[in-house]
Nanobody, 117 residues
Framework: QVQLVESGGGLVQAGDSLRLSCVAS????????MGWFRQVPGKDREFVSS????????YYADSVKGRFTISRDNAKNTVYLQMNSLKPEDTAVYYC??????????WGQGTQVTVSS
């Protein structure tokens, strides 16, 4: 059974930093693209960032480019999202996801990030 568990969310002030972690179990993530998404109540889930299997390629939404950094440690079966210079508009539930083929098939339960102004 594949499980993704996020942690590291919390309440911070604008300009602060947070580091989210996503630990996978039930499979080894080394052969899968991993991604981070976020969702605000009443809105669709949106793409934040993704990382290739080796970590050599990363992709970011324009809204977080230059502030967020995705990374992975395949030996620890873990993906990270370092979030710097946080803004109130970054407030959302953040989800980790694993991509099989062309779709993200597995999702974590989410971790709340709240940024106060």
């Amino acid at each position: 059974q594949v499980q993704l568990v996020e942690s590291g969310g919390g309440l911070v002030q604008a300009g602060d930093s947070l580091r989210l972690s996503c630990v996978a179990s039930g499979l080894t993530i080394g052969t899968y693209v991993m991604g981070w998404f976020r969702q605000v109540p009443g809105k669709d889930r949106e793409f934040v960032s993704s990382i290739s299997t080796s970590g050599s390629s990363t992709y970011y939404a324009d809204s977080v480019k230059g502030r967020f950094t995705i990374s992975r440690d395949n030996a620890k079966n873990t993906v990270y999202l370092q979030m710097n210079s946080l803004k109130p508009e970054d407030t959302a539930v953040y989800y980790c996801a694993l991509k099989m083929g062309t779709s993200y098939n597995y999702w974590g339960q989410g971790t709340q990030v709240t940024v106060s102004s």
